[in-house]
């Protein structure tokens, strides 16, 4: 099966989860975040490799969680940077230069399934890029800067994007050099390519795949993974 490396952004601080540390190490059916996160690639055959991004104060946390958890794909423990863009593009250094198809996916979302995430390898097989996204549930107005609407987006054309985020490598390294010399961010790996002008992808993703964020969705997520253990 596919040779594929994941990137695994974990450097975040968590500010509005506001745990006073990072939201990953929070517990999920008393089993970290980022344990499960990492956990489901572990398994997949279609994984050889794994990256994970820390904070430096983080490092030696995530080092002690792999050896603890046996996860033996990890080829690097790597330390990220101020924005998750600079965390991703450190971790697409670390992987073997063999690997020529990269999957990055947020830390903090660790409902993804396996099947789930077959089915997108599946899909987006002829894709150079390709991402996750769910139809959005609420109506979406455009606003401007003192809350005057001045337009409603048209529903069925709306995408919640998710990760995973699929790339080939030459595509995705191309767009973190270049977004890093222009000074461009966006706010996920996808948007420096649609701002190179390359073509992405969107596949239906799983609305239950959802990012950790606020103390809700944790409360959510331990929700989610009861049921799916019964
Ligand atoms: N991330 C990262 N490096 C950063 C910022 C974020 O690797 N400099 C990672 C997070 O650890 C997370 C993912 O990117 O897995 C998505 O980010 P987000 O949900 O915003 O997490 P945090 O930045 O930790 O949370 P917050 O924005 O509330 O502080
Ligand atoms: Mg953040």
Redesign the pocket.
Known sequence: MANIGIV??????????GAGY???FLTLMGRPILAHTVGLFEESNAVSEIVI???EGDLSVIEELVHSQRFNKIVAICK?????Q???RAGVRALSTTIQRIVVH????PLLTLQAFHKFIDETQEYPAAIMGVAVKDTIKKIDIAGNVLETLPRELLRAVQTPQIFDRGILEDAHDRAASAGYYGTDDASLLEWMGHPVQMVEGMQENI???TPEDLWLAERILATRET
């Not at 990220?80 to 998750?84: C, D, N, Q, Y």
């Not at 947020?106 to 979302?109: E, K, L, T």
């Open positions: 695994i952004p974990a450097a975040g601080q968590g500010k509005r989860m990072n939201k990953q991004v820390g904070a990220g940077g101020v924005f998750r600079d965390s991703v947020d830390g903090a979302r990012k950790v964020t």
